[in-house]
């Protein structure tokens, strides 16, 4: 367990270099672990959390992210916010088609990730930047 | 920025990840890796990420770069010790590790280069006229 960090409240990590995208996926694994998420779990949704900080860095131009525990009575979860106020996605569609790439990635980043998560939204507008809301829950 | 350590025992170059990579990291690992296969004549790489808790697109494609950099530079790559969950959470990602071998350990992985690299000879001194009359 990380130390020093306090798991009742949401945890923030700015996404502002590539050490930092390290950061979020140190987080997310910790958060995970303190949900009880299977190892094959925890292993997605930090895989996942990787891909999106990542694109908050490159197309975002930089962000943050919040971590929280969720919970819907039934089930334990966590919830991970990523956000940045770039250009925004112009076509959602095309973006989330595997393969689709404008940045020289492999175009698996968006639409891989929407994979390994149970929840996975998306608001992104060229005024206010993106906004993506991801969530798994423990099983 | 941390730098992966490439060590050479005998024909091969072990490399053992065992820091969580920022992109910069993978980057270097992928010069490094270029360079010192020039450098020592190594016939075969093995990359270890038993200790990697995940493997995301992007040190997926920095894997694939390294096998298809080694392969024109004559050197054969392995990438040994992948965990379970890496394996499945790549497969659902989308990731197909295109022209990568994979072996479960590395003692494994040395075999396989060892065993590709006889093949090859072998090949080689077929193809070579000089060789048959060589030999008594």
């Keep these: 367990m990380t130390a020093g960090v306090d798991l009742g409240q949401p945890q923030a990590q700015a996404i502002r270099s590539d050490e930092d995208v390290v950061r979020v ?12 998420l299977s190892l094959v779990d925890q292993t997605k949704v930090v895989t996942a959390a990787s891909e999106l ?5 490159v197309y975002g131009g930089g962000g ?28 959602l569609d095309l973006a989330l088609t595997d393969g689709y790439t404008t940045g020289g990635g492999l175009g698996l980043g968006l639409s891989g990730a929407r994979r390994l998560v149970d929840e996975f939204q998306i608001e992104t507008s060229a005024e206010t930047g993106t906004r993506i809301t991801v969530t798994k829950w423990s099983r | 920025m941390e730098r992966v350590p490439i060590l050479k025992i005998g024909d091969i170059l072990l490399v053992s990840i065992q820091l969580d990579m920022s992109d910069q990291t993978a980057v270097q690992l992928q010069e490094d890796l270029a360079e010192r296969i020039v450098a020592t004549g190594c016939h075969g790489v093995i990359i270890d990420i038993t200790a990697l808790d995940i493997v995301d697109s992007f040190v997926g494609r920095m894997l694939s770069t390294i096998a298809s950099i080694s ?11 992948m965990r379970p969950a890496v394996a499945i959470t790549l497969v659902e990602l989308g990731l197909s590790l ?14 396989l280069i060892a065993a590709a690299r006889a093949d090859e000879l072998e090949y080689q001194l077929d193809d070579d006229p000089d060789a048959e009359t060589a030999t008594p």
């Design chain 1, 25 to 36: 996926r140190q987080l997310v694994r910790s958060v995970a672990v303190a949900v009880k």
């Design chain 2, 98 to 111: 295109n022209g990568i071998r994979t072996a479960l350990n590395v003692e494994r992985g040395m075999e």
């Design chain 1, 64 to 91: 943050s992210v919040d971590v929280t525990i969720v919970d819907n009575g039934r089930r334990k979860g966590v919830q991970i916010v990523f956000a940045d106020s770039g250009p925004g996605i112009p076509d």
């Design chain 2, 71 to 81: 392969k024109v530079l004559d050197a054969e790559t392995v990438v040994v010790g």
């Design chain 1, 53 to 57: 900080a990542r694109n908050t860095l």
